[in-house]
Nanobody, 119 residues
Framework: QVQLVESGGGLVQAGGSLRLSCAAS????????MGWFRQAPGKEREFVSG????????RYVDSVKGRFTISRDNGKNTVYLQMNSLKPEDTAVYYC????????????WGQGTQVTVSS
């Protein structure tokens, strides 16, 4: 069982930056691939970025490539999402998620943190 708690959301002007953090419980954090998802009002939840257990492989949705960076610190059981050059269309609730290595579906989810980008 993994419990995830996100932080770092807020209100920022277009062009600004935010860093989201997701703290995980448990002693086997490196055994989990981690991901960030987001859900905007009236839209389905979408994958934003993912990172493997040791942090050697990352993925991004095309709309955030070059602007967002995912990273993790396994010593702190934390995954981060650095978001730069934010746009109004990045406004959403951002969720942290975890899946055990080798599995397909993210099983564990945080409660979400709101990111609002004003124009």
């Amino acid at each position: 069982q993994v419990q995830l708690v996100e932080s770092g959301g807020g209100l920022v002007q277009a062009g600004g930056s935010l860093r989201l953090s997701c703290a995980a419980s448990g002693r086997t954090f490196s055994s989990y691939d981690m991901g960030w998802f987001r859900q905007a009002p009236g839209k389905e939840r979408e994958f934003v970025s993912g990172i493997n257990g040791v942090g050697s492989s990352t993925r991004y949705v095309d709309s955030v490539k070059g602007r967002f960076t995912i990273s993790r610190d396994n010593g702190k059981n934390t995954v981060y999402l650095q978001m730069n050059s934010l746009k109004p269309e990045d406004t959403a609730v951002y969720y942290c998620a975890a899946k055990f290595l080798g599995t397909m579906r993210y099983e564990y989810w945080g409660q979400g943190t709101q990111v609002t980008v004003s124009s």
